[in-house]
């Protein structure tokens, strides 16, 4: 049981970052066409990029779960 909270956190912070980089890649390429307002509102860049993480992290683990070891 010691093992999981470990591979839990892990597993969530890994999918958020990569759900970050996706939300980072969106923002730059949204930055670049017209009406893109990221720079005056950066609260709505953070937002954006946190509804990324949050999805990505739960869908990380998720599948960890299901093709992990199953010892």
Request: glycine content about 14%; hydrophobic content about 60%; charged content about 10%.
């Amino acid at each position: 049981m010691q093992g999981l909270i470990p591979f839990i956190l892990v597993n969530l912070a890994t999918g958020f970052l990569i759900g970050i980089a996706v939300g980072l890649f969106f923002v730059a390429r949204a930055g670049l066409l017209p009406g893109g307002e990221f720079e005056s509102d950066p609260l709505s860049a953070v937002l954006l990029l946190y509804a990324f993480g949050a999805p990505f992290s739960l869908g990380y683990l998720a599948t960890a779960l299901f093709i992990g070891d199953r010892d």
